[in-house]
């Protein structure tokens, strides 16, 4: 079946493994996960091309072998470490060897990385410490302390776990580019600790570590109606810290957070990462976390307990401030106040260079809208605040000059969602455009979608959709970067297949997981935003939003082909649908918020739910059989059915083929969700074409009934419909916002809404994988899933002659491609070595040279397409 590969034959085929990811990442440091996974993509363009074997081989250091799989026959990308018992705190390197469809072997890949962390937590050895201060106390805290090393250094790692949040420096200098880190947890329950690498930032001789602590999600000291203020984590900041030095000579030393450390105020002096960061500079303590600094009137700390008894390694991508986004332009209104425009709405922070006189009070008030008269305006996004006094204005930084020269001030432990900057100064200031710079800021998951049309206004949307969707990562999915800045479940379900289209986000998916099991409630209960100081398991946590514990495992799977994320939440699935069918025994659920900020016709609220609850159940059977579970597999299956079969007896009229009263979301949502019994679907999706007509070719649906809308008409042959729909340029539409200047996605159809007025919500945002669906064709295959298989299904839609998509998926580049001329189509796809396509030519579309394809067609007309680079004529019948 497979050829042995033994290292020293040489390669026969050009191609090799690339791209090794340990985790889901690139040579990972301070993994905790004992059983790693480790993925490659086979780069080989030549047609056919595919890994008949895989042999993984993982070294140690010492060049001890720990685990070599031996040469498997197997196609699979994605193994799972099965070799000795990985140590604490240890490099380990690991290549991968291929051989090629005619079982010869490629080139052995180049050597990867992977690095342990603390693995266990008995291996931490420093104790939590904190300034010993009380939760109302506003300034941040400084924490340093100093250490002589003497002996010649191999390598030296930091581990650092926080409540709230750190910046770390050593010898004055800042420790790596994350922002915002440890990313937010349920504190009580889980915390994160990052690892460093600082070999090269420690000398011989005298040394100094210095931290400042922010509050974060940790001690909320603003007010809003989440109740933040009072979680019960609550408590004043706290970190552990160990930094582990190896010598040369092989000794290790650890220097550990201690009572030995000391402490003071910093200018910092009131951080909340919901409203504002306030800086006063005139406090500020010149070489504080340098070496040679005296610390004698610093006070000491005091050691805490650990707020929770898990801490384990943040194995994901950090938050970064991604891009430097220079100001477009600046409105003078006198010298003591200025408008800045970023020139787009983005999430993150803002810098401002300025020099004035000692005490000048700077205020950066972050807004996403102005004022006709030209002043910032944040009445839509400030409803939910609910200040205590004028103390902390909210999206607002305060600056306080020191008055000497030059200053510069960018906020360390908050973000907002803004386009523009008000500056409100208490004395004279000269500011002009190049005074403030914007930062954007969200998870750093790396892009791996591209997407470009001759239609402007679809290329726009592409964009905006990417923005918001970015500015609404930050180590967990939120609503809003501005107003909430929470992570609500049903907003996450509707992004989900935008950001794994775009961005390889599946670490940030793994975590925010974790916090759901962190959040779910012994009877399955979970609540509507993830994480949560208690709020939420009261409002809003139907399963039309909390489906999440089981939608996203399985998008995962679909995705990546990975069943981890299904097999870590498996339980919490059963727990989730078991909790449902105690409550709802027949099937039907009214539980749930329903079709959210519709146009103007609401859909009922069960029906929608209970498409949900179904598909949870559904998702449950599958991953039942996936995982060997017969009994729960068939349970599950039948539970389907009582759902579907609940669903259908209400709101289906088998004769008219309508659903409900026949609204766009109880046409289209059935069909989405997959209820809709084969022999009527033609005539609902043909109902729902006909609704869509009858109510002025435009959109009538909220959040919901926009993620089934597009996909349900073009996957059933109404593309030209959806596309006419996606690239409607009046109200209600994707394009209305563009009209009006929208980079990102808003919360409102209406762009003068009153309520619900967020500008940079993610809600409407599937259309970003609409975009790779209905027009490039690119559907993941469950049956082989991680796009080892893909379905190719593209439509080739009146009005658009250009389309050009590339997704960089786990098996490597799918490209999609065409161009179109009057009645035909030249269309070029290239599929990555490892997969293959089921090629489906459009309805209304034949082939120009059937003869060029390769092989004969299958019964349904479709074609099977090994990987490669095609190029196919198609013309209009
Ligand atoms: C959020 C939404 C969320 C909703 C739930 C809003 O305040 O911003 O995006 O899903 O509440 O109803």
């Known amino acids: 079946m497979f050829a042995a590969?033994?290292?020293?034959?040489?390669?026969?085929?050009?191609?090799?493994?690339?791209?090794?990811?340990?985790?889901?990442?690139?040579?990972?440091?301070?993994?905790?996960?004992?059983?790693?996974?480790?993925?490659?993509?086979?780069?080989?363009?030549?047609?056919?091309?595919?890994?008949?074997?895989?042999?993984?081989?993982?070294?140690?250091?010492?060049?001890?072998?720990?685990?070599?799989?031996?040469?498997?026959?197997?196609?699979?990308?994605?193994?799972?470490?099965?070799?000795?018992?990985?140590?604490?705190?240890?490099?380990?390197?690991?290549?991968?060897?291929?051989?090629?469809?005619?079982?010869?072997?490629?080139?052995?890949?180049?050597?990867?990385?992977?690095?342990?962390?603390?693995?266990?937590?008995?291996?931490?050895?420093?104790?939590?410490?904190?300034?010993?201060?009380?939760?109302?106390?506003?300034?941040?805290?400084?924490?340093?302390?100093?250490?002589?090393?003497?002996?010649?250094?191999?390598?030296?790692?930091?581990?650092?776990?926080?409540?709230?949040?750190?910046?770390?420096?050593i010898n004055g200098k800042k420790i790596g580019d994350h922002q915002l880190d440890p990313m937010y947890t349920r504190f009580d329950r889980r915390n994160l600790y990052v690892t460093y690498d600082v070999t090269n930032e420690l000398q011989s001789g005298n040394n100094a570590i210095g931290l400042l602590l922010g509050n974060g999600w940790y001690n909320h000291q603003s007010t809003a109606v989440w109740d933040f203020h009072k979680a019960p984590w609550r408590n004043r900041p706290a970190f552990c810290l160990d930094l582990r030095i190896t010598y040369a000579d092989g000794s290790i030393e650890t220097i550990t957070s201690d009572k030995s450390w000391k402490t003071a105020l910093s200018p910092v002096i009131f951080n909340s990462i919901y409203t504002g960061e306030h800086y006063d500079a005139r406090l500020e303590i010149p070489g504080w976390n340098r070496a040679d600094f005296v610390d004698t009137t610093w006070k000491p700390v005091i050691i805490r307990s650990a707020p929770s008894g898990h801490i384990v390694a943040q194995t994901l991508y950090p938050i970064r401030a991604v891009e430097k986004i220079p100001a477009k332009a600046v409105k003078k209104f006198s010298d003591t106040n200025y408008v800045f425009d970023l020139g787009r709405n983005i999430a993150g922070i803002s810098e401002l260079t300025v020099s004035g006189k000692a005490g000048t009070i700077i205020r950066l008030i972050h807004a996403e809208k102005i004022h006709p008269s030209g002043h910032t305006d944040l009445s839509n996004i400030d409803v939910h605040y609910r200040p205590t006094d004028d103390s902390d204005p909210f999206q607002t930084d305060i600056f306080i000059l020191k008055g000497a020269g030059t200053e510069t001030f960018k906020p360390r432990f908050n973000y907002k969602g803004f386009q523009y900057v008000e500056v409100v100064s208490s004395a004279p200031v000269q500011l002009d455009k190049n005074s403030l710079t914007g930062y954007f800021m969200h998870s750093a998951v790396p892009e791996i979608?591209?997407?470009?049309?001759?239609?402007?206004?679809?290329?726009?949307?592409?964009?905006?959709?990417?923005?918001?969707?970015?500015?609404?990562?930050?180590?967990?999915?939120?609503?809003?970067?501005?107003?909430?800045k929470n992570g609500w479940t049903g907003d996450a379900i509707i992004a989900l297949q935008t950001g794994l289209y775009n961005f390889n986000g599946i670490t940030v998916y793994e975590k925010w997981l974790a916090d759901h099991r962190d959040e779910q409630q012994p009877n399955g209960v979970l609540p509507s935003i993830i994480p949560t100081g208690g709020w939420g398991y009261e409002w809003g946590n139907g399963p039309d939003w909390t489906s999440t514990i089981a939608v996203i495992p399985w998008t995962l799977y679909e995705f990546y082909g990975d069943l981890k994320p299904l097999k870590d939440n498996y339980e919490n699935i059963r727990s989730y649908v078991s909790h449902i069918n105690d409550l709802y025994p027949g099937g039907l659920t009214t539980w749930g918020l329903g079709d959210w900020v519709p146009v103007k016709s609401k859909s009922p609220v069960e029906l929608t739910s209970s498409l949900y609850y179904y598909a949870d159940a559904t998702i449950l059977a599958k991953a039942a059989k996936l995982l060997g579970k017969t009994e729960d597999e068939n349970n599950y299956s039948a539970l389907a059915e009582k759902i579907k079969n609940a669903i259908n007896k209400k709101y289906l009229n088998t004769t008219t083929g309508i659903y409900g009263s026949g609204l766009q979301t109880e046409l289209s949502t059935p069909v989405y969700w997959g209820v809709v019994p084969e022999n009527i679907k033609a005539r609902v999706v043909a109902n729902l074409a006909e609704k869509v007509r009858k109510d002025g070719m435009q959109l009538d649906v909220g959040i919901l009934g926009a993620k089934a809308v597009l996909n349900v008409l073009s996957e059933n042959g109404y593309a030209d419909l959806a596309y006419q729909l996606a690239s409607r340029k009046t109200y209600p539409s994707w394009g209305w916002w563009m009209e009006n200047g929208a980079t990102t996605l808003y919360e409102n159809w209406k762009v003068d809404a009153k309520n619900d007025a967020s500008l940079n919500h993610i809600m409407f945002g599937d259309i970003g994988a609409w975009l790779y669906k209905a027009l490039g064709g690119i559907f993941p295959d469950a049956d082989l899933p991680g796009f080892k298989h893909i379905l190719l299904k593209p439509n080739f839609v009146t009005g658009l002659s250009r389309f050009k998509a590339s997704y960089y998926g786990p098996q490597g580049l799918i490209r999609s491609s065409w161009r179109q001329t009057g009645r035909s189509v030249h269309f070029e796809v290239v599929i990555p070595a490892n997969s293959t396509a089921t090629f489906y030519i459009p309805r209304e579309w034949k082939l120009k040279e059937a003869s060029k394809m390769p092989g004969a067609p299958n019964k349904d007309g479709s074609y099977e397409l090994s990987s490669g680079t095609y190029s196919i004529q198609l013309q209009k019948l």
């Open 5 to 169: 590969v033994p290292v020293i034959v040489k390669a026969q085929s050009p191609g090799r493994a690339d791209d090794l990811q340990c985790e889901h990442l690139q040579n990972p440091l301070g993994i905790d996960n004992l059983q790693p996974r480790f993925s490659w993509v086979l780069l080989d363009d030549t047609r056919g091309a595919r890994q008949t074997s895989y042999q993984v081989i993982v070294y140690k250091e010492n060049g001890e072998t720990i685990w070599d799989s031996g040469p498997i026959a197997s196609g699979d990308h994605l193994v799972t470490y099965a070799g000795k018992a990985l140590e604490p705190f240890t490099k380990y390197t690991w290549k991968v060897l291929l051989t090629d469809k005619d079982n010869h072997p490629y080139q052995p890949s180049a050597t990867a990385s992977f690095e342990t962390g603390m693995l266990q937590k008995q291996n931490w050895k420093g104790s939590w410490i904190s300034d010993g201060t009380d939760i109302h106390l506003k300034p941040a805290p400084y924490f340093r302390k100093s250490f002589m090393l003497g002996k010649a250094i191999k390598s030296a790692r930091v581990y650092i776990a926080a409540a709230g949040l750190y910046e770390l420096s």
């Open 449 to 484: 979608g591209q997407l470009q049309t001759s239609d402007l206004l679809i290329n726009k949307i592409w964009q905006a959709t990417n923005n918001s969707y970015l500015s609404n990562l930050f180590g967990y999915p939120t609503d809003c970067p501005q107003r909430e």
